[in-house]
């Protein structure tokens, strides 16, 4: 068991290089991630220094009687057409992008499609086979990527992660290893991990061109999720055993300033439900850079793996200014499918609700249905609880992956 544990470890560990979103380790039509499965790596202590603030927490506020304003996504299409579109042109200005998606291996090509509505065939992506507890688990060594603003595109060509300016002309190649972990909610820094185990993360400033190693990053400990606005990057911190996640150890690490960490402890337990846990789906940061956004789920056995929201769950907003905590129940799909074994008390499923994106408007939530109609987006006001249908997804064929902008 303890070697199966290691090298699942090993292989998530590789599979942030290549597609670190939380998501990395993909099973091909809608199948659970390997990475979710795989008990959860990380410091047998922390390190205490630097300002240390600890969250005080308190009880959800009442939800009011008054009607709350259904929020919209006006830049996204009301349905996506999956047209035969073009290669991208290997040069010039194309438009800003709003949103890549693609399908399974062997299956839709990454596509783009930019804000006049207009689509684009990306690089072919490359899979590779890996060891799981499911059958048929393959890891994406490529991810597309748009910033924020929908100005730069990131993808993986002839094995090198390239970023372009989709309005000009500008073009960064990086070197090779480096791929894509999360934008600054303002689209000017791209986090970047490192296939290097030796190696930290980067931050890299796409208008200058120029890179900063994170200082001080332990990858067995900390785990790079985040950039803010002023250019800190957030690391979060791991558990020495596999156990129910009830707090959570945050580090803001200033790359260039060279002043020592701020260490951020919240204690979660109060909104946490019996044999609830914080989930392993990668944290997102708010358009504003104040919060951040963390999955719960429920764990049975903690030994046997940690669930992902394939397997029922809500979201859990932590201000990191004002150290409120607020619980988003997660809306599903009125059209599910029978359930599957798993590791937890809420069986894996063929249905369940995906967080894709944080957007100044709301999260963008993808709702996955077993019918074989196609899913949609929605997006959640994670202020009100209020829910606004935005896309409607087809069925053939099957979009495995959206990522907008931002994501």
């Known amino acids: 068991m303890n070697e199966l544990r290691d090298m699942l470890g090993e292989v998530a560990e590789q599979a942030k290089v290549y597609d670190v979103t939380g998501r990395a380790v993909r099973v091909a039509r809608r199948r659970r991630l390997a990475v979710r499965l795989a008990p959860m790596a990380a410091a047998a202590a922390v390190v205490a220094f630097g300002a240390v603030a600890v969250v005080g927490l308190r009880p959800d506020p009442p939800v009011g009687q008054l009607a709350a304003v259904t929020p919209?996504?006006?830049?996204?299409?009301?349905?996506?057409?999956?047209?035969?579109?073009?290669?991208?042109?290997?040069?010039?200005?194309?438009?800003?992008?709003?949103?890549?998606?693609?399908?399974?291996?062997?299956?839709?090509?990454?596509?783009?499609?930019?804000?006049?509505?207009?689509?684009?065939?990306?690089?072919?992506?490359?899979w590779s086979p890996v060891p799981s507890y499911t059958p048929t688990v393959l890891v994406s060594h490529t991810r597309p990527t748009l910033s924020p603003d929908g100005r730069w595109l990131g993808e993986r060509r002839d094995g090198r992660y390239v970023v372009r300016d989709l309005t000009g002309t500008t073009r960064h190649q990086l070197a090779d290893g480096l791929s894509p972990i999360v934008w600054s909610p303002e689209s000017r820094w791209l986090l970047l991990g490192n296939r290097d185990d030796n190696a930290p993360p980067v931050r890299f400033d796409v208008t200058s061109g120029e890179q900063r190693p994170v200082p001080g990053v332990d990858r067995e400990r900390w785990s790079p999720v985040a950039v803010l606005p002023d250019g800190e990057v957030v690391?979060?911190?791991?558990?020495?055993?596999?156990?129910?996640?009830?707090?959570?150890?945050?580090?803001?690490?200033?790359?260039?300033?060279?002043?020592?960490?701020?260490?951020?402890?919240?204690?979660?337990?109060?909104?946490?439900?019996?044999?609830?846990?914080?989930?392993?789906?990668?944290?997102?940061?708010?358009?504003?850079?104040?919060?951040?956004?963390?999955?719960?789920?429920?764990?049975?056995?903690?030994?046997?793996?940690?669930?992902?929201?394939?397997?029922g769950g809500d979201l859990m907003r932590v201000d990191l200014t004002s150290n409120a905590v607020r619980r988003i129940e997660l809306p599903y799909s009125d059209r599910p499918g029978p359930a599957k074994a798993g590791p937890s008390p809420a069986a894996a499923r063929d249905w369940w609700t995906e967080p894709v994106g944080y957007l100044p408007e709301g999260v963008l939530l993808r709702l996955r249905t077993a019918d074989g109609a196609g899913d949609e987006l929605q997006v959640l006001d994670p202020g009100t609880g209020a829910v606004g249908r935005v896309t409607d997804l087809p069925a053939d064929p099957a979009v495995e992956f959206v990522r907008p902008r931002g994501s």
């Open 72 to 126: 919209t996504v006006d830049w996204l299409p009301s349905r996506l057409d999956l047209p035969a579109p073009e290669p991208l042109p290997a040069t010039g200005p194309v438009g800003r992008g709003v949103l890549v998606y693609e399908g399974g291996p062997d299956e839709l090509a990454p596509v783009l499609l930019t804000e006049d509505g207009r689509q684009h065939r990306l690089a072919e992506p490359t």
């Open 235 to 311: 690391l979060l911190g791991g558990l020495a055993e596999p156990t129910r996640r009830t707090s959570v150890e945050l580090r803001l690490v200033d790359p260039v300033g060279g002043a020592e960490p701020t260490r951020i402890q919240l204690d979660l337990r109060r909104h946490l439900r019996q044999l609830e846990s914080v989930g392993s789906e990668q944290p997102m940061l708010s358009p504003d850079g104040r919060s951040l956004l963390f999955s719960v789920v429920e764990v049975a056995d903690p030994r046997q793996g940690m669930p992902g929201l394939d397997h």
